[in-house]
Every structure is written in structure tokens, then in C-alpha cells.
């Protein structure tokens, strides 16, 4: 019988080649023996996300390893103080805090819940997500577009309810994986 090699390598996964080859080098310079692999994927971009998720599938097969992840740490985050939209029309601090950590997270979850040992989510959120208050959450908040012509991006805000969404998250995986 055919038993795939279950993997045990890290993977950095990151929007800049040359900021992932610079971390690969320097954890390869404290443990030569590291197993590591670098992804290019912009948590902005759903698309980007998708080609993220093609990709590693596909090294997983290619390399005869166990389809499967142990553990997925959300870390990548922004504090914007500007308004900016991403490609996909959502406003830059809550398309990459909480709709990349939410896509990337989802299109996981079937890796995740392959893996043979009790699989982990990380979401790095902020102490800031218990003080959401006054901020008035429409479709131009999301789609950022409220904000493109004003005079006052309510920054501080946008942050936090972009962590707060994202505490959110684990409740909904945590549902999702109890169902
Ligand atoms: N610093 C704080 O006081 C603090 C407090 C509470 C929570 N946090 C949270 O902790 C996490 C880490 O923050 P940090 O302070 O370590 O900030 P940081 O040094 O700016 O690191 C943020 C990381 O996120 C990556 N990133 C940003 N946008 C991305 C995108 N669109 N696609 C892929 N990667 C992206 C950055 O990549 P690049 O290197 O390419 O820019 C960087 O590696 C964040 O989620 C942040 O909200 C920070």
C-alpha cells in the first residue's frame, strides 16, 4: 500500500519574493536541516489567494506529500492611515485583515482537516477589536469607497472592526468545524 509522506514543512507565504527568499535564507542560517517553502500570495487579492491555494496543492502532489496542513497562522495585517480600495473593490484595511484571512482560511479548511494530527488556526487579531463603537459598518465602509473622497479616514476604526471581523472568525471555524 501507498502511504504519502505526511509533510513536515514550513511555509512562508508572503506578497514579496524577495522579502520570502531573505526569511527563508536566515531561517536556513539558524537551522540548516529547516524543510522550507516560500509561496508568493497577496492577502489583499482573492485571486491571488486562489493561485496561492492551486499552488500549494500542487506542490503537495508533486512532491509525494500528505495533502494536508497542520497549522495556518493569520498574521499578515494592516493599519492603513489613508483610504485605499483593493483590486477587488473592498477598502484595503478590511480586505487584507479580514476577507484575505476569511478566503484563505476557507479554501484551507479541506488541507486542515485533512491533516492527520489535530490541526490548528492562528488569528493574530489586537486587543483594539473591544473597542469597536461609533464606527456606522455599510457597503461603502466595506467597499471603501465612503471614504475615497473624504477629508477623514476614520483609520483607527476601520482597524478595529477589521480585528474585530476577525476574532469573529474563529468563532465561525470553530461552528464550522463542530457542525
Ligand atoms: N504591532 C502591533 O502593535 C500590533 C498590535 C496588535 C496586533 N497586531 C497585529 O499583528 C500582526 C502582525 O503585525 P506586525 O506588527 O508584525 O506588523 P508588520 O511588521 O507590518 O507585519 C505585517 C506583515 O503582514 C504582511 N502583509 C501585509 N499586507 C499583506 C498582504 N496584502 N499580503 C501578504 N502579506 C501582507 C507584511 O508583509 P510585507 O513584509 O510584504 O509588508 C508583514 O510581513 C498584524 O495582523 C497586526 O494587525 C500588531
Not at 73 to 89: K, M, Q
Not at 126 to 138: E, K, M, P
Not at 167 to 175: M, R, S, T, Y
Request: with cysteine; glycine share 4%; hydrophobic share 40%.
Amino acid at each position: 500500500m501507498y502511504i504519502p509522506k505526511i509533510p513536515v514543512v514550513d511555509y512562508a507565504v508572503g506578497r514579496s519574493e524577495q522579502l520570502l527568499s531573505e526569511t527563508i535564507r536566515k531561517i536556513k542560517d539558524l537551522n540548516e536541516d529547516a524543510q522550507l517553502k516560500a509561496f508568493q500570495a497577496d492577502l489583499s487579492s482573492v485571486e491571488s489567494i486562489i493561485k496561492f491555494k492551486d499552488s500549494l496543492r500542487q506542490w503537495l502532489l508533486d512532491s509525494n506529500l500528505h495533502c494536508s496542513v497542520q497549522i495556518l497562522i493569520n498574521n499578515a495585517g494592516i493599519l492603513a492611515t489613508s483610504p485605499r480600495v483593493t483590486a477587488e473593490g473592498y477598502d484595503q484595511m478590511i480586505g487584507t485583515n479580514y476577507v484575505g484571512a476569511f478566503v484563505l482560511t476557507k479554501l484551507l479548511l479541506p488541507l486542515l482537516e485533512n491533516s492527520p494530527v489535530s490541526s490548528k488556526i492562528v488569528n493574530v487579531t489586537s486587543f483594539t477589536h473591544r473597542a469597536v463603537t461609533n464606527l456606522q459598518v455599510d457597503e461603502g465602509t466595506v467597499s471603501g469607497k465612503k471614504f475615497l473622497s473624504s477629508k477623514h479616514y476614520p483609520y483607527a476604526q476601520v482597524y478595529e472592526y477589521s480585528k474585530r471581523k476577525r476574532h469573529i472568525l474563529d468563532e465561525l471555524v470553530q461552528a464550522t468545524l463542530y457542525l
